[in-house]
T-cell receptor, first 117, second 113 residues
Framework: GAVVSQHPSRVICKSGTSVKIECRSL??????MFWYRQFPKQSLMLMAT?????????EQGVEKDKFLINHASLTLSTLTVTSAHPEDSSFYIC?????????????FGPGTRLTVL | KNEVEQSPQNLTAQEGEFITINCSYS?????LHWLQQHPGGGIVSLFM???GKKKHGRLIATINIQEKHSSLHITASHPRDSAVYIC???????????????FGKGTKLSVIP
């Protein structure tokens, strides 16, 4: 099946620093990618939809100036957590859809665990 | 109330047992996913359903669109099946160019040898 990778898998940073997370579709092109956040024992929450060549669409309550998304190519989307604070510590997951005939199948990255000290 | 409800939240089973995880949703949907999340966090898509039933190895997924209900079954469960199983739906109100999913909170399955 199709593969989506994320880098880094784990990052620990100091409060106030910025962290960039990469999401790559390795063997297919994705004009759209999704970024999710998952807090412990909670379900995945969609943060934003990343669109290649245009601005990302953010879900209600997600600060676009804090979570910068850039979809620079058909295989790469990046999420930058700016001026990170301990409450931003979470598990961040991306996904990308791939058309399979009449439907789009969703492929998920392995996730990035962010810890802000 | 969450649009997607899963039951049970936690499930412990003996190796070899038949397992059922349920998912109910409150909106019209175009597709339903069953996902598996291992302790490390990575997510694997097990099934995508819009009707009927699908089978892959020891896993079976069924959906009843009229009753807004889906089940995931695991036959002859094994400790390596231990994971969180997540139900996610794509609602009919999602735009044609979008593929946003709404997720349940997951069912944590532990299979004991």
């Amino acid at each position: 099946g199709a593969v989506v990778s994320q880098h880094p898998s784990r990052v620990i940073c100091k409060s106030g620093t910025s962290v960039k997370i990469e999401c790559r579709s390795l063997d297919f092109q994705a004009t759209t990618m999704f970024w999710y956040r998952q807090f412990p024992k909670q379900s995945l929450m969609l943060m934003a939809t990343s669109n290649e060549g245009s601005k990302a669409t953010y879900e209600q309550g997600v600060e676009k100036d804090k979570f910068l998304i850039n979809h620079a190519s058909l295989t790469l989307s990046t999420l930058t957590v700016t001026s990170a604070h301990p409450e931003d510590s979470s598990f961040y997951i991306c996904s990308a859809p791939l058309a399979r005939g009449w439907y789009n199948e969703q492929f998920f990255g392995p996730g990035t665990r962010l810890t802000v000290l | 109330k969450n649009e997607v409800e899963q039951s049970p939240q936690n499930l412990t089973a003996q190796e070899g047992e038949f397992i059922t995880i349920n998912c109910s949703y409150s909106v019209g949907i175009s597709a339903l996913h069953w996902l598996q999340q291992h302790p490390g966090g990575g997510i694997v898509s097990l099934f995508m359903l819009s009707s009927g039933k699908k089978k892959h190895g020891r896993l079976i997924a069924t959906i009843n669109i009229q009753e807004k209900h889906s089940s995931l079954h695991i036959t002859a469960s094994h400790p390596r099946d231990s994971a969180v199983y997540i139900c996610a739906v794509r609602s009919l109100t999602t735009g044609a160019g979008s593929y946003q999913l709404t997720f349940g909170k997951g069912t944590k399955l532990s299979v004991i040898p």
